[in-house]
């Protein structure tokens, strides 16, 4: 474990890029499906401890949108999708060309729906970069999506999920369209030796 708190500038540099070419695939993809221009960017990506998770997305009594997949293949884990849940709410009103609701916070089968899809986009696009990167085939399952807070999601994927390696890669996105801004943060959630096969295929171990 203690390999994965030692990259150096050049290693973070090759996981970045896996970031940025999701990024920019993904902000792709939603700019046609919306008929908008979307910008993403990748402010920050990294590898840090599990119990750091909630930190990131404000704290475990966080309300969010989860989207969460089982990856299967030669690096099975978990991937999350979490989404704040106001910004889960501005982006499924842009997703179903509504007017943008600033207040309302719940979601009828329609949104679930449109969040789903994105989920399925933004794992898609940072799951082919990394096989880009890595030739690793990963084989995600069909995504479930949850609205809840932060703790109890994660110690639902930790029941379903067994072995776990103590360490996530994170992938925090900043979504910009139609004069709007939202946050959704990318978590991977690697079986114990998957994210050393991650590390091996980029050539960036020790």
Same mark, same amino acid.
């Given at each position: 474990?203690?390999?994965?708190?030692?990259?150096? &500038?050049?290693?973070?540099?090759?996981?970045?890029?896996? =970031?940025?070419?999701?990024?920019?695939?993904?902000? %792709?993809?939603?700019s046609?499906?919306?008929?908008?221009?979307? $910008?993403?960017?990748?402010?920050?990506?990294?590898?840090?401890?599990?119990?750091?998770?909630?930190?990131?997305?404000?704290?475990?009594?966080?309300?969010? %949108?989860?989207?969460?997949? %089982?990856?299967?293949g030669?690096?099975?884990?978990?991937? !999350?999708f !979490?989404?704040p849940i106001?910004?889960a709410?501005?982006?499924?009103?842009?997703l179903? &060309?509504?007017?943008?609701?600033?207040?309302?916070?719940?979601?009828?089968?329609?949104?679930?729906?449109?969040?789903? $899809?994105?989920?399925?986009?933004?794992?898609?696009?940072?799951?082919?970069?990394?096989?880009?990167? %890595?030739?690793?085939?990963?084989?995600?399952?069909?995504?479930? !999506?949850?609205?809840?807070?932060? =703790?109890?999601?994660?110690?639902?994927? #930790?029941?379903? #999920? =067994?072995?776990?390696?103590?360490?996530?890669?994170?992938?925090?996105? $900043?979504?910009?369209?139609?004069?709007?801004?939202? #946050?959704?943060?990318?978590?991977?959630?690697? $079986?114990?030796?998957?994210?050393?096969?991650? !590390?091996?295929?980029?050539?960036?171990?020790?």
């Amino acid at each position: 474990m203690d390999d994965m708190l030692k990259l150096n &500038n050049v290693q973070l540099d090759a996981i970045k890029e896996v =970031g940025n070419i999701g990024a920019g695939n993904a902000a %792709t993809a939603l700019s046609k499906l919306i008929k908008t221009r979307v $910008e993403m960017s990748v402010p920050d990506i990294m590898i840090l401890p599990f119990s750091r998770i909630t930190a990131t997305i404000g704290g475990p009594d966080a309300h969010v %949108t989860a989207i969460f997949y %089982t990856i299967k293949g030669q690096a099975p884990g978990t991937l !999350l999708f !979490l989404i704040p849940i106001i910004d889960a709410r501005k982006i499924a009103d842009v997703l179903l &060309n509504k007017d943008i609701s600033h207040d309302q916070v719940s979601f009828d089968e329609m949104d679930c729906s449109a969040l789903t $899809e994105l989920g399925n986009i933004m794992a898609g696009s940072f799951l082919n970069a990394l096989n880009m990167f %890595t030739s690793i085939h990963f084989e995600p399952t069909v995504p479930a !999506l949850c609205i809840d807070m932060v =703790g109890a999601i994660l110690g639902s994927v #930790l029941t379903n #999920l =067994g072995m776990v390696s103590d360490y996530v890669l994170f992938i925090k996105t $900043e979504f910009k369209y139609q004069g709007n801004h939202a #946050l959704g943060n990318l978590y991977f959630l690697p $079986e114990a030796e998957a994210l050393q096969v991650i !590390l091996k295929s980029l050539g960036v171990n020790n």
